[in-house]
């Protein structure tokens, strides 16, 4: 049997203590606690660096905020308050012309063309009322006759695609031909003419027309077409565009061709092409239901007649 164990050979001093199991006592708690203190330095760093960042995020947004949003909001206001200036500077200018409207209506004065002045003082027999004289406006181009039927004979042959702007490009038929014979020389430049069944071919004649006043005066002479609707002034432009050779430019207030849809803005241009020393040429179209009575003062006018197969509101698009 061993010996028993007593108290002193159990103390740290005493030969038989074993050191191993000494230092594993004192040791493993130390170990421990510098890995938890290890663990919560990175732990703690970590959360630093997540802070700087989401600060530095949120000055990043005011920065945004201060720099786009105050921005955008000043230069939405300074466009408010221009949209109110121009909206008060409208109303004034909508009350003064409403107070400059005449609301009773003025008796229609027709007064006579200067041509048919002219005509009447170098005629003094057709003035003086001989019944048997022609009026002044048939003979207007009594003296261009020839050269009239001359350009008309020529637009019956080939057409010609390539020719100047302001000529004839395409070929005009005999009845379209007599037609402005019939115009030119028998009315003298004034009265209306049966429809040629589609604003093509009352296009055609009109563009044939333009291109004789052409060589007779020039740039002295506008063409102004009243259809009463954008779409059949639409089908005007792109026909007199295709038979005379023009473009864009040539249609209108300052240009050779303008577009009425009412007869009084047509009436007042071509008042103030008479007071300017030129000459207005004045088309309507079949789809206007009645003439104006100061449109038949000026001295060229050609008034399309709606046949028997067509109608004045509308006309088949051609």
């Not at 019956?156 to 100047?164: I, N, T, V």
């Not at 002034?233 to 303008?258: H, K, Y």
């Not at 009436?267 to 449109?295: K, Q, S, T």
């Amino acid at each position: 049997m061993p010996d028993s164990l007593t108290p002193e050979s159990l103390t740290p001093g005493s030969p038989t203590a074993d050191p191993a199991a000494t230092d594993a006592t004192t040791g493993a708690p130390t170990e421990l606690v510098s890995l938890a203190l290890q663990e919560l330095r990175t732990q703690r760093q970590s959360l630093l660096d997540e802070i700087q960042q989401l600060e530095a995020r949120r000055e990043q947004i005011n920065k945004e905020i201060t720099a786009t949003f105050s921005g955008q909001s000043d230069q939405i206001a300074r466009r408010v308050k221009g949209f109110q200036e121009y909206l008060v500077g409208a109303l004034q200018d909508l009350a003064v012309a409403a107070e400059q409207i005449e609301l009773v209506p003025q008796p229609l004065l027709v007064k006579p063309s200067p041509l048919d002045q002219a005509q009447s003082s170098a005629n003094p027999s057709a003035a003086g009322g001989d019944s048997s004289a022609p009026p002044a406006a048939a003979g207007l181009f009594a003296g261009d006759a020839e050269l009239i039927r001359q350009h008309l004979q020529g637009f019956s042959g080939q057409p010609d695609f390539y020719a100047d702007p302001w000529n004839l490009r395409r070929s005009l038929d005999d009845e379209g031909a007599a037609l402005l014979d019939d115009w030119f020389l028998a009315q003298g430049g004034r009265g209306a003419q049966n429809s040629r069944g589609s604003r093509s071919r009352n296009a055609l004649v009109a563009a044939a027309a333009i291109a004789i006043l052409t060589r007779l005066y020039g740039e002295r002479f506008q063409t102004l077409v009243l259809a009463g609707e954008p779409e059949r002034l639409g089908e005007w432009r792109r026909g007199l565009q295709d038979c005379l050779g023009l473009g864009r430019e040539d249609f209108g207030p300052n240009s050779g061709i303008v577009l009425f849809e009412r007869a009084d803005a047509l009436i007042e241009r071509a008042d103030r092409l008479e007071e300017r020393g030129e000459l207005p040429f004045i088309v309507i179209d079949p789809g206007v239901p009645a003439i104006e009575v100061p449109v038949l003062q000026f001295p060229l006018w050609l008034a399309f007649a709606a046949g028997p197969g067509e109608q004045v509101d509308d006309l088949p698009p051609y």
